[in-house]
């Protein structure tokens, strides 16, 4: 039985589930799997010194069976000196209010409480009892149920969640080998009599499905593992590849995500699905509203370059759009128009940051005698004004219906409205892009726009007021 041990210290090793300081609170049922694992860590908690708590939850469905489980896991936990946090919940009740399914209520409770017995203990991890059996079968209800690659991963070693991490560091043994293991130790645990309800869906799998399965192929659940394991590392790779599209492509806001059309038309198909996923899971809590139809639906919206205004249902209350080149996943509830805004500025203010749009105006005075001028602005997203020449004080606003412009280099007027369709500008820049206007009102200059002919800087300008549209360290990070 060291054996077993030592299987667990290793790969305990190899995947970093733990490290010496670390505090754990350990999920125990008082089933074979949990009990196994608790003694697995007691034993060998002083070499690898992390020092263990338990956490039991009575979800309320077996009111005998459950009594008998607390009272022998709190009896073996004073035995072995770990301390135990107890939860008494009512789930029937909690089910006939939410209307979940029993199954679904009892996990999203009991995690809840892990999670509560972890921040109290100030712990570090939440070990769970899943061992080979659960990944086998849990890999065999996705592939019954429909799923992608990712999902043929099964269950992972570890993952984060609420701060904490969370670990299975017993997914590579079988349950045949725990309850082996409690015999040899003669350690105490239960048999819960609702695993052998045939209304579960798992429970139809383990004890109807897999023998089934297994009288074709009797070393199906090691397939299954295999399976498991080769699907995790591939997965692991494309999310690292396509996290890192996402950092350097997409725009992320509280509650909108934003990206070149043809920057995710230039992705392999199997990125484009694997991004859309990702901004969306961003975007959308309930992961279930995320579907593989929603994600193609959005693909082709994006390859046939929907018109301007087109929109979609993407799932999870986010409205999907192409918009001018610009793809635009924004959440229903903030699809109204950005509130305007207006910010004085003048001369000597150094800089002014737009909160609406992330962006700073930056400012300063160049002397044409002292200092002699460079060719002029480096880009449109810069403007020189003869300072003398400027209405103060300046104003930086969004649009308003009916704004019109003097453009540089053109008679007339022409409307700031048209001007952004032709320049193909996406609505959500539209909405917040700041336009800058002298004391009577007159717009000087739109950054990375276009500019007025009023208040030219030229060779006989004397103090010239140099204006620079910056991004901010929080928009270059978006």
Same mark, same amino acid.
């Given at each position: 039985m060291m054996e077993l041990a030592d299987r667990v210290r290793s790969e305990a090793r190899e995947e970093g589930l733990w490290k010496a300081g670390d505090t754990i609170i350990v999920a125990l049922s008082g089933g074979p799997d949990s009990t196994a694992l608790l003694h697995l860590l007691w034993m060998m908690a002083r070499e690898e010194g992390i020092t263990l708590e338990a956490a039991h939850v009575n979800h309320g469905f077996r009111a005998e069976e459950s009594a008998q489980e607390r009272q022998m896991v709190e009896a073996w936990c004073a035995e072995l000196g770990i301390p135990l946090h107890v939860a008494e919940l009512n789930l029937p009740q909690y089910i006939a209010r939410t209307g979940m399914n029993a199954q679904a209520a009892a996990r999203e409770q009991r995690y809840a409480y892990l999670h509560e017995a972890a921040a109290a203990s100030l712990a570090q991890r939440i070990a769970l009892g899943h061992h080979a059996d659960d990944q086998a079968e849990t890999v065999l209800m996705r592939v019954i149920r429909g799923t992608g690659p990712g999902g043929l991963a099964g269950m992972p070693v570890k993952r984060k969640e609420n701060n904490v991490e969370l670990i299975r560091p017993l997914l590579r043994i079988t349950k045949a080998e725990l309850i082996a293991y409690c015999n040899h130790y003669q350690l105490p645990y239960c048999i819960d009599s609702s695993n052998e309800k045939r209304h579960y869906f798992r429970n139809q799998i383990r004890l109807e499905v897999l023998p089934y399965l297994e009288q074709i192929n009797p070393r199906l659940s090691g397939s299954l593992l295999r399976l498991a394991d080769m699907a995790r590392e591939d997965d692991n790779y494309m999310e690292h590849q396509t996290a890192a599209i996402m950092a350097e492509k997409v725009k992320l806001e509280p509650h909108a995500a934003m990206m070149d059309r043809q920057s995710l038309l230039e992705l392999h198909v199997a990125l484009q699905r694997r991004l859309i996923k990702l901004i969306l899971n961003y975007l959308v809590k309930e992961n279930d509203a995320i579907s593989y139809d929603r994600i193609e639906a959005i693909r082709e919206a994006a390859a046939q370059g929907a018109a301007?205004?087109?929109?979609?249902?993407?799932?999870?209350? &986010?409205?999907?759009? &192409? *918009?001018?080149? &610009?793809?635009?996943?924004?959440? *229903?509830?903030?699809?109204?128009?950005?509130?305007?805004?207006?910010?004085?500025?003048?001369?000597?203010?150094?800089s002014l940051l737009i909160a609406q749009t992330g962006e700073r105006l930056a400012l300063d005075v160049l002397h044409q005698a002292e200092q002699g001028l460079p060719g002029g602005p480096a880009s449109r997203a810069e403007a020189w004004f003869d300072l003398e020449a400027v209405a103060f004080p300046l104003v930086v606003r969004s649009r308003r219906p009916g704004d019109r412009m003097e453009v540089l280099g053109l008679n007339g007027t022409k409307k700031v409205q048209d001007m952004f369709v032709d320049a193909k500008w996406p609505r959500y820049k539209r909405e917040t892009a700041p336009i800058l206007c002298d004391a009577n009102g007159i717009i000087l200059w739109i950054p990375d726009l276009r500019r007025s002919p009023h208040a030219l800087a030229g060779r006989q300008t004397s103090k010239v007021l140099r204006i620079r549209l910056e991004k901010t360290p929080m928009e270059q990070d978006r």
């Open positions: 301007a205004g087109g929109n979609l249902d993407a799932g999870g209350g &986010v409205r999907f759009a &192409v *918009d001018y080149g &610009v793809l635009i996943w924004r959440k *229903d509830s903030h699809q109204e128009p950005s509130a305007p805004y207006a910010y004085p500025l003048s001369a000597d203010a150094g």
